[in-house]
């Protein structure tokens, strides 16, 4: 799949554009604050149907107007043409396939394999352990519908069961418990395995493209450490006193632990701030890699300038162990240029207050 136009209006700073983008490779050139990130976002959109830079979608509509409209056309893997669009109207959401309007946005998700690399990536070494739960449950996601649509019933009766605490409804605990304990421990089990699989290559990675002997792994550590939904079940039952106390559900899969480490030690107290960097741009790499393992398929890469922070030597070693891709997007600052050899089937833009333009032209 990869997408050969798009036309975007009233996005962030974008009043109106057309883009082509018939290439495996589009880079957008130009000095911050002009609307790079901006087309990089509005493509994450059309893939996702949400934005990778916040959970509103209302702020991303042009200053002084009311909605916006993403369009684009795009080749499927079979090598048809479509199109896709979304609109936001700053209440409503309307995402399309050949005029037709999708009800599940999980069926958005699985038609454009989409992965983005941004700043907010250090989170995932460094920050709340939250971090990390989104990243792993996002990679596992971008493959699996069923992991998908496991954790989104587990988040489903997390809720009731939350609801019935705070409002004292705890005769319902009981009936919440059967289901949480059943989704969640098919959520565990789908974690340990997908952390094992990814730690089969990660640490080898970043030694190769640090060029430092550091043995670099995820951690996991699951809330409930019982075999079986029977074990979940009474444990469950035994914290209805302290859940109630606490006035939400104080065990489970929402609360495992995923933890970066380098010989054992929490890799965030040990490594340097470029080490941490890298590491979490890695973890992108990882992912997509991970995706095309399990899945067979090439993803779209959206590269936001995370490479800045990197010396040139790993700028390009990074470049070059990107894995197999249908289409990738970059954004640069004006005259870098980080590709080890010329782009043949690449389109170059640059950008200046949300215009975009073909250099040369």
């Not at 699985?110 to 989104?134: A, L, N, T």
């Not at 606490?246 to 970066?260: A, L």
């Amino acid at each position: 799949m990869r997408f050969i136009s798009f036309s975007i209006d009233n996005f962030r700073n974008i009043s109106s554009a057309s883009i082509p983008s018939d290439a495996e490779d589009i880079v957008f050139s130009g000095i911050n604050g002009q609307g790079k990130t901006n087309m990089l976002e509005a493509v994450y959109v059309l893939c996702y149907g949400s934005s990778f830079r916040t959970n509103h979608l209302k702020e991303a509509i042009k200053k002084d107007t009311d909605s916006f409209s993403l369009k684009s056309t795009f080749i499927d893997d079979l090598g048809i043409k479509q199109s896709l669009s979304v609109s936001f109207d700053g209440n409503r959401r309307i995402i399309s396939i050949d005029g037709k309007e999708l009800k599940d946005r999980r069926d958005l998700i699985y038609s454009f394999p989409c992965i983005v690399f941004s700043h907010d990536d250090i989170s995932f070494v460094k920050g709340e352990p939250s971090e990390r739960r989104m990243f792993f449950d996002q990679m596992m996601s971008l493959y699996s519908p069923v992991f998908f649509d496991t954790l989104r019933s587990y988040k489903a009766i997390l809720q009731q069961r939350n609801a019935a605490i705070k409002t004292g409804n705890l005769s319902l605990l009981d009936l919440y418990d059967e289901r949480l304990a059943l989704y969640g421990i098919d959520i565990i089990k789908a974690r340990a395995e997908a952390v094992y699989e990814f730690n089969s290559f990660f640490p080898e990675l970043f030694r190769s493209i640090s060029g430092e002997n550091m043995d670099v792994s995820v951690r996991y550590q699951p809330s409930w450490n019982m075999e079986n939904t029977d074990e979940i079940l009474s444990y469950l039952q035994s914290t209805h006193e302290r859940d109630a106390a606490m006035m939400t559900t104080s065990s489970g899969p929402h609360r495992d632990r995923f933890t970066v480490v380098s010989d054992g030690v929490p890799f965030q107290n040990v490594g340097s701030t470029g080490q941490i960097r890298l590491a979490s741009i890695l973890f992108r790499i990882a992912e997509a890699r991970y995706f095309t393992l399990k899945s067979g398929n090439k993803p779209v890469l959206l590269i936001d300038d995370v490479l800045l922070e990197l010396d040139n030597e790993k700028r390009g070693r990074v470049l070059s162990s990107l894995p197999a891709y249908s289409q990738a997007f970059y954004t640069f600052l004006p005259r870098e240029n980080y590709f080890s050899e010329k782009k043949e089937n690449a389109i170059f833009y640059t950008v200046e207050k949300g215009e975009y333009r073909v250099e040369g032209c």
